[in-house]
C-alpha cells in the first residue's frame, strides 16, 4: 500500500510552484499594462514594403486597445473575452470595407465563422426590442 503522505507531499510541491507561476504571471502582465500606458498615443510602425495592410494595421491597433496581441486573436482559444475581442475586430474591419473572407484571413477564421462574430457583436450591441 502506498504512504498516504506522499500525494500530499506532492500536492505540496505543486502547490508551491503554481504560486511561483502565477507571481510570474501577475508580473508580466503588470509590465504589459505599464508598456501600454508608455506606448499610449505611439503611432504604430508600418513597413515600406507594404507587407502588413491597411486592415491588419487595423487589428493589431485595436487587438492592443482590447489589452491583446493579434497573435493571441489568431490563436485557438474560445474563451469569451478573446470571442468578444474577436467579435469587435471583425466589425470594425467589416465597417471599415474589408469583406469576410479578408477578415478572416487576418484573424485565421473561416468567412463563415466571421460572418457569425459579426451576426453576434450586432446581437451585442443592439437596443432591446421590447414588444406591446
Given at each position: 500500500m502506498t504512504d498516504p503522505a506522499?500525494?500530499?507531499v506532492m500536492v505540496r510541491v505543486l502547490a508551491a510552484r503554481l504560486d511561483v507561476l502565477q507571481a510570474a504571471l501577475d508580473e508580466v502582465q503588470a509590465q504589459a499594462v505599464?508598456?501600454?500606458q508608455a506606448l499610449d498615443g505611439y503611432?504604430?510602425?508600418v513597413p515600406d514594403d507594404g507587407a502588413v495592410g491597411r486592415h491588419e494595421m487595423l487589428a493589431m491597433r485595436r487587438a492592443a486597445e482590447l489589452g491583446y496581441t493579434l497573435?493571441?486573436?489568431q490563436g485557438r482559444s474560445r474563451r469569451q473575452a478573446l470571442?468578444?475581442?474577436r467579435d469587435d475586430i471583425a466589425t470594425l474591419l467589416h465597417d471599415d470595407g474589408a469583406t469576410a473572407v479578408a477578415i478572416g484571413r487576418i484573424?485565421?477564421?473561416d468567412h463563415s465563422t466571421i460572418l457569425s462574430a459579426l451576426e453576434r457583436w450586432r446581437r451585442?450591441?443592439?437596443a432591446p426590442q421590447h414588444r406591446p
Amino acid at each position: 500500500m502506498t504512504d498516504p503522505a506522499v500525494p500530499l507531499v506532492m500536492v505540496r510541491v505543486l502547490a508551491a510552484r503554481l504560486d511561483v507561476l502565477q507571481a510570474a504571471l501577475d508580473e508580466v502582465q503588470a509590465q504589459a499594462v505599464s508598456l501600454r500606458q508608455a506606448l499610449d498615443g505611439y503611432p504604430v510602425a508600418v513597413p515600406d514594403d507594404g507587407a502588413v495592410g491597411r486592415h491588419e494595421m487595423l487589428a493589431m491597433r485595436r487587438a492592443a486597445e482590447l489589452g491583446y496581441t493579434l497573435a493571441q486573436l489568431q490563436g485557438r482559444s474560445r474563451r469569451q473575452a478573446l470571442v468578444a475581442a474577436r467579435d469587435d475586430i471583425a466589425t470594425l474591419l467589416h465597417d471599415d470595407g474589408a469583406t469576410a473572407v479578408a477578415i478572416g484571413r487576418i484573424l485565421h477564421r473561416d468567412h463563415s465563422t466571421i460572418l457569425s462574430a459579426l451576426e453576434r457583436w450586432r446581437r451585442r450591441h443592439e437596443a432591446p426590442q421590447h414588444r406591446p
